[in-house]
């Protein structure tokens, strides 16, 4: 499996700017990304930018120049994200409009319950912590 490069940087500094204050910022498969209710709306990738966009929306943001779906890998299409055009990267206005409405749409999604990392990490704690406490009661 080939390994993924880093994300442009323009796209870097975009994302940082136009996703400010929305969502809780996390890292995707090792790129910056934000979520809404455990469920990511934007983020980025080696091709550049990602958005989870309603169909509505999808279907005006893929008219644009350059936008496309998001195919992560060949054959691997993710049916509700897209890539950015990079002519987005210098247009902060236009970006922040499309993050917006990307965060919008996954705050309406059901939320996503804690991943199983965040499961092994409270179960690990409470193991730990009934441990120090018969060692404290001996």
């Known amino acids: ?31 910056s990304a934000a979520f809404a209710n455990g469920n990511m709306f934007a983020g980025l990738h080696e091709v ?39 002519a987005l990267a210098g247009d902060s206005a236009a970006l922040r409009s499309w993050i917006t409405g990307a965060f919008r749409y996954a705050s309406s999604l059901p939320a996503k319950p804690a991943g199983k990392g965040a499961r092994k990490s409270t179960a690990r704690k409470n193991t730990a912590a009934k441990s120090t406490a ?5």
């Not at 390994?3 to 323009?10: F, L, R, S, T, V």
């Not at 989870?52 to 195919?71: M, N, V």
């Open 1 to 31: 499996m080939k390994k993924w490069g880093p994300a442009p940087e323009k796209w870097v500094t975009a994302f940082a700017a136009a996703s400010k204050g929305l969502g809780e910022p996390r890292k995707m498969f090792g790129y």
């Open 48 to 86: 550049g930018l990602v958005m989870r966009l309603s169909e509505k929306e999808r279907e005006t943001f893929l008219r644009l120049d350059g936008a496309r779906t998001f195919e992560p890998m060949p054959g691997r299409v993710m049916r509700e994200y897209v890539v950015a055009p990079d």
């Open 134 to 138: 018969r060692k404290r009661r001996a």
